[in-house]
């Protein structure tokens, strides 16, 4: 079946430095979507990205779609404490429900 | 605003009772999701319905079973608990069209003793 495969696993990183994860899917997906839960929370949805090649930001959160619709990046600039938490993608191959990756922690040191 | 809300956010049991985990959800939502988390693992999907009275199984169903009888309403029941059950619940929903978003529930922490 379709796997969704995030790395890495953990990132610990001082605060302002720049965060990225990755995500590979084995199949070709309809659109891929990032969620973050913080530490004690639940996911929280973030964003949806459907177009091969696409880039959408949010503030400090740039969020890519391969051209292949196979993989996926989110990269925050300069973090912040309040961007602590695990940051899951979740692929969507049109017929399936979502599969989420396992997940990247992040820790931002003051 | 919307809302997914679980019956408990920490549940004790002991090995071989039968435990329900109940989610309710105030959004008319027609997809309803049980999925198990556990460190390392990430998101592990158990049941999933669709639809009034309709389940699916996920990737790890074994132990498990659902109820869905309102629209609103999924029930997640374990059988016999087992020690190997204890986890973190999470209880989703979405809309029924296009690649909707999933709305999660705050999670039931469960301990099978």
């Known amino acids: 079946g379709q796997q969704v495969m995030q790395i890495p696993q953990y990132q610990h990183v001082q605060e302002g430095e720049d965060f990225t994860t990755y995500c590979n899917s084995s199949t070709t997906l309809s659109n891929i979507q990032w969620y973050k839960q913080r530490p004690g929370g639940h996911p929280v949805f973030l964003i949806q990205l459907v177009k091969s090649g696409e880039v959408k930001k949010q503030k400090r959160l740039t969020f890519q779609f391969g051209e292949a619709k196979k993989n996926s990046s989110l990269h925050i600039t300069a973090t912040q404490t309040t961007d602590v938490g695990t940051y899951f993608c979740?692929?969507?191959?049109?017929?399936?429900?979502?599969?989420f990756g396992k997940g990247t922690r992040l820790s931002v040191i003051a | 605003d919307v809302k997914v809300t679980q019956s408990s956010r920490y549940l004790v049991k002991r090995t071989g009772e039968k435990v329900f985990l109940e989610c309710v959800q105030d959004m008319d939502h027609e997809n309803m999701f049980w999925y198990r988390q556990d460190p390392g693992l990430g998101l592990r999907l158990i049941y999933f319905s669709y639809d009034v009275k309709m389940k699916e199984k996920g990737d790890i169903p074994e132990g498990y079973s659902v109820s869905r009888e309102k629209k609103e309403r999924f029930s997640l029941i374990l059988e016999s608990a087992s020690t190997n059950q204890t986890s973190m619940y999470l209880c989703a929903s979405s809309t029924g069209t296009g690649s909707p978003e999933q709305f999660f529930g705050p999670g039931t922490r469960l301990t099978v003793l």
């Open positions: 979740a692929g969507d191959s049109g017929n399936t429900p979502l599969v």
